[in-house]
């Protein structure tokens, strides 16, 4: 079993920063491909970025690419999201998501590699 408890969401003026952050436990952190989906009422989960094992490699959904960031510390079991210019069409609630997938773009392709989902922080960018 893996723990995901994200933070650091809130309310935050359109143009705003904020940075999420994502706490392990349990298995070893560095096994799994680290995520962040977000997900609005009534529609599907969206792919929102993807980070490899080592933190050389990741992946964006085209909404965000160019404003967001991911990135992770394997040794404080930390994954975090760097979330620039934002846009009222970002608010959403946001998961954080482990994957034993083979890469971050197995994770980009469909959200059903995801092997564990934190229970979300909610971010309201205003307008």
């Known amino acids: 079993q893996v723990q995901l408890v994200e933070a650091g969401g809130g309310p935050v003026q359109a143009g705003g920063s904020l940075r999420l952050s994502c706490a392990a436990s349990g298995r070893t952190f560095s096994n799994y491909i680290m995520a962040w989906f977000r997900q609005t009422p009534g529609e599907e989960r969206e792919f929102v970025a993807a980070i490899s094992r080592r933190g050389g490699i990741t992946v964006y959904g085209d909404s965000v690419k160019g404003r967001f960031t991911i990135s992770r510390d394997n040794a404080k079991n930390m994954v975090y999201l760097e979330m620039k210019r934002l846009k009222p069409e970002d608010t959403a609630v946001y998961y954080c998501?482990?994957?034993?997938?083979?890469?971050?773009?197995?994770?980009?392709?469909?959200?059903?590699?995801?092997?564990?989902w934190g229970k979300g922080t909610l971010v309201n960018v205003g307008s």
């Open positions: 998501a482990a994957s034993l997938a083979d890469s971050p773009r197995s994770v980009y392709t469909s959200s059903t590699t995801i092997d564990y």
